[in-house]
């Protein structure tokens, strides 16, 4: 993972004022290595209702509780098998979640009234600064439920600026997609991919993990909702047929916009007036813009979007997941 920039754009006394804040039962928006979190005392009922009002969200979707430390997990689960210390020594603060448990204190709010609680330790000093003030923060990404969740503090103040009591801007994040879940309550389970990959989390449990859908258990995937979706039209396609789309589109008069894997053969794109995206081939760095031009395509006006799907390899596994859910309103993979 890449370095945290230290010099981030607010300041000591920003961060108090947000802490007054969600001590009284604001909702503060934060910046996280992942993506921007929507954040509001994770011991307040009230304040974690407020969450959901704002981000349109249903209530039996849980919360992810974020802890400023490792020593703080034992006041919000119990159980807590031997794994999970493994993994959050190796990756906390990271974007890793952990699903243990939870203490019967764990308000039902954040939960959904699920037994289980999920936490994680962000990296990011913003945030961890924050947390150290109010005490475990129940947050979500900082979008409307189903939309593109924010990596930057500008994303958060167009979608949602009028409806919370503050942001505070930590500049871009460092990872750009959310975090990975883990279920620890049996075996362990990846419940959604994320910024540490399935490889890195095997290597210190020292065996395979299984990875499943994190929608499965509540929802038959057909039924599955758009998720992380910009209103454009979205279409993933394999490189070979992007072009053939591309032109069958643009002959119908359609105005598209095309995203590659690296500088695939662009070139005709750039020559025909196509506007074309050429997104890094590596894909640490293709996660952390990924949010960020998906947004600025889908504010320009276009009448599809196409995307190269990225190669089918085990870092990737993330950066698929998201843009499979992000295309499927269109029907298409
Ligand atoms: O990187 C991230 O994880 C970001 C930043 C802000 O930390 N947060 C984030 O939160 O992506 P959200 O609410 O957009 O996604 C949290 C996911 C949801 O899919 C939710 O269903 C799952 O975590 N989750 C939360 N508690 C759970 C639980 N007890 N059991 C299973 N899944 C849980
Ligand atoms: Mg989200």
Redesign the pocket.
Known sequence: MKQLDDTFPCTAREIEIAATLIRSGGVVAFP?E????LGADARNDQAVRRIFQIKGRPAD????V?LASLDELESWAQDIPEDAFRLADAFWPG?L?L?LHKKPEVPDVV??G?S???V?A?AHPVALALIRETGGLA????NRFGRI?PTRAEHVHAELGEKVDGVLDGGPCAVGV??T?V?LLEEPVV??P??VTVIAIERILGHRVQVRD?YAKVRTPGNLPAHYAPRTPLELLPADVLWQRTLALSRMGRRVAVMTVGAAPWERYELTGIHCVVMPAEAEAYAQRLYADLRALDAAGFDALLMQTPPDEPEWLAVRDRLQRASYSTGRS
């Open positions: 996280t992942t993506v921007y979190g979707h849980p919360l992810i974020h974007p979640t699903v939960t959904g699920q289980s609680v999920a994680r962000p947050a979500p990404s900082a969740s959310e975090s879940i279920s419940l959604r994320g910024g994190s």
